[in-house]
């Protein structure tokens, strides 16, 4: 299985400060690093690959390989991010992760990539609607629904669920609560992040 933390975008509301690389919230033994370390952390776990998506010249330092085509080179966002992502994935299972969700759980995760096995997508829905950037593909189903959303001019990443008939992973409403991210410095408040 192959993991893509998605990287791209931005970051105008965070003043162009990289996402990913803002404090995570202390851990239980008091520990801290970045999201994305942390994020990468866990998702090894559950993956033999970890690659970034978009581009990824702020994480350069992680020395973690990064992908990114000229679709996404030219701003068509996360739906691009995800064509190349499974383009790359060669017919494997990949997990889609924003880099930018400092709450999610290695349960969560343990979850995501086990549930419904023979799905061609996983993911949550919260009020009816996907977390694209939270959820499990099936390349060798999934690649083609992708390039003929993009194709088509829709740039919604949720269009690629609908499309391929994805399986919704049940999550708690603490779960649901942990795929919040990080836009906004207010999105922080309260986490002692500077």
């Given at each position: 299985?192959?993991a893509g933390?998605f990287v791209?975008?931005?970051s ?8 990913g ?10 520990s ?5 370390a ?11 690959d ?7 010249d702020a994480?350069a ?5 990064a992908?990114?085509d000229d679709?996404?080179?030219?701003g068509e966002g996360?739906?691009?991010?995800l ?9 494997a ?9 400092p ?6 995760l343990s979850?995501?990539?086990s549930?419904?096995p023979?799905?061609?997508?996983v993911?949550?829905r919260e ?12 390349s ?7 390039h ?10 949720h269009?690629?669920?609908d499309?391929?008939?994805?399986r ?6 603490e779960?649901?609560?942990a795929?919040r991210d990080?836009d906004?410095?207010s999105?922080?408040a309260g986490?002692g992040?500077?």
């Amino acid at each position: 299985m192959i993991a893509g933390v998605f990287v791209g975008g931005g970051s105008r509301r965070m003043g162009g400060r990289p996402k990913g690389l803002l404090p995570a919230p202390r851990e239980a033994d008091g520990s801290q690093t970045t999201v994305i370390a942390r994020t990468i952390a866990i998702v090894r776990e559950q993956c033999d690959d970890v690659v970034l998506v978009g581009r990824a010249d702020a994480y350069a330092s992680l020395g973690v390989r990064a992908i990114e085509d000229d679709v996404a080179a030219r701003g068509e966002g996360p739906l691009a991010g995800l064509a190349a992502l499974l383009d790359y994935a060669g017919g494997a299972t990949v997990i889609a992760i924003a880099c930018d969700m400092p709450y999610v759980t290695r349960a969560m995760l343990s979850r995501l990539a086990s549930y419904a096995p023979d799905a061609a997508a996983v993911a949550p829905r919260e009020d009816g609607t996907w977390s694209p950037l939270f959820a499990r593909y099936d390349s060798s189903r999934v690649a083609v629904v992708a390039h003929a959303t993009l194709a088509s001019g829709a740039r919604a990443v949720h269009a690629v669920l609908d499309a391929c008939d994805a399986r919704e992973l049940p999550l708690s409403r603490e779960e649901c609560a942990a795929l919040r991210d990080w836009d906004a410095p207010s999105d922080m408040a309260g986490e002692g992040a500077s």
